[in-house]
C-alpha cells in the first residue's frame, strides 16, 4: 500500500505523517527532509534545490523523481509506503505510477482554511539537532529556545517568513490543488478535516485508515 498525504504548507502532513508512520509501521518519506538534507549536506543536488526552496517554489520534477525512486526503492518499503510532499503536480502523480505501477493506493487531502495555515506556519520552530517540530504559539516545548527531546536549539525555517508563505500557497494552488481532481477520478481520494489538535486529526485520519487498510486486506483488523 502507498498512502499519499497531501496538502497545503502547515496543514500538518508532516505531523500527521509521523504518527501514521508510528501506528501502521509503514516509512515515511517527506521530499521535503529529503531536500531540507541535502541541502544541510551541501550536496550538488542540494545545492541546485536551495534557491528554489527559499523563494518557495518547486524543485524541478527529475530531481525530485530520482529521490523518490531511489527512496521507494529500499527494502523497508517493500511492504509500503507513506508520501508525503510527493506528488506536487500532476506530472510527479504520474511519474510515481510509472515507477511503482502495481501498488494501491490511498491519497488523503488534510485541509485547513489559509488564515490557520499562516499562524501555524510563522510560529513553527525546528529542532536542528533531531529535527523535531514545534510551534511556539500552538504546540510549544517546555522551553521556547530548545528542543525537548535532545536540548538541542530551535530554528525557524527559511521558506516560513511571510513572503515565501505567499509564494507558496500560490504554487500550491496553481499546481498542487489539481491532484484533487485527479485522486478522485482514479477513486482513491479522501479529504480530512485538519483542524482541530493534532490528536483529533489523527483519529479523523487513522478511523479513515483502519477501514480502508482492512478492507485493502493490508492489515487484519486492530484493536
Ligand atoms: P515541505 O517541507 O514538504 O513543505 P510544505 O508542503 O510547504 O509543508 P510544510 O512542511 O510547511 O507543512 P506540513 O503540512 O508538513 O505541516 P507541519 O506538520 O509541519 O517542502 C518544502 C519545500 O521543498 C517546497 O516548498 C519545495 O520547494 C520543496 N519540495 C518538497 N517536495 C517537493 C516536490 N514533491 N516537488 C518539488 N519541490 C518540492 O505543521 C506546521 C506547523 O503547525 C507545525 O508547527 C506544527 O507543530 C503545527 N501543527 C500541525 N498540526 C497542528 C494542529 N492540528 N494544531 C495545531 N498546530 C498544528
Known amino acids: 500500500m502507498r498512502i499519499i498525504l497531501f496538502g497545503p504548507p502547515g496543514s ?17 518519506i517527506s521530499t521535503g527532509d529529503l531536500l531540507r538534507q541535502a541541502v544541510a549536506d551541501k550536496t550538488p543536488l542540494g545545492l541546485k534545490a536551495e534557491a528554489m526552496m527559499n523563494g518557495g517554489r ?4 527529475d530531481i525530485v523523481e530520482d529521490l523518490v525512486r531511489e527512496r521507494t526503492a ?7 509506503y507513506l508520501l508525503d510532499g510527493f506528488p506536487r503536480n500532476i506530472a510527479q502523480a504520474r511519474s510515481l505510477e510509472a515507477m511503482d505501477p502495481k501498488r494501491p493506493e490511498i ?3 488534510i485541509d485547513v482554511g489559509l488564515d490557520i495555515l499562516v499562524k501555524r506556519l510563522e510560529s513553527r520552530r525546528i529542532c536542528v539537532g533531531c529535527g523535531a517540530v514545534y510551534n511556539n504559539k500552538l ?3 517546555k522551553n521556547e529556545e530548545r528542543c525537548d527531546s535532545c536540548g ?3 530554528h525557524q525555517r527559511k521558506d516560513d517568513q511571510p513572503e515565501v508563505i505567499r509564494e507558496r500557497m500560490r504554487v500550491y494552488r496553481e499546481q498542487t490543488e489539481k491532484l484533487r481532481e485527479y485522486y478522485l477520478a482514479k477513486k482513491v481520494y479522501t479529504r480530512v478535516d485538519g483542524t482541530g489538535t ?3 486529526v489523527f483519529s479523523r485520519i487513522s478511523r479513515y485508515l483502519d477501514r480502508e487498510l482492512v478492507q485493502a486486506g493490508s492489515i487484519k483488523g486492530l484493536p
Open 12 to 28: 500538518g502532513k508532516g505531523t500527521q505523517g509521523e504518527l501514521v508512520e508510528k501506528k501502521y509501521g509503514l516509512p515515511r
Open 74 to 80: 529500499e527494502p523497508d518499503c517493500h511492504k509500503g
Open 58 to 61: 518547486l524543485v524541478s520534477d
Open 198 to 200: 493534532v490528536e483529533e
Open 139 to 141: 504546540q510549544p516545548s
Open 152 to 154: 538541542s536549539p530551535l
Open 107 to 109: 491519497v488523503i487531502e
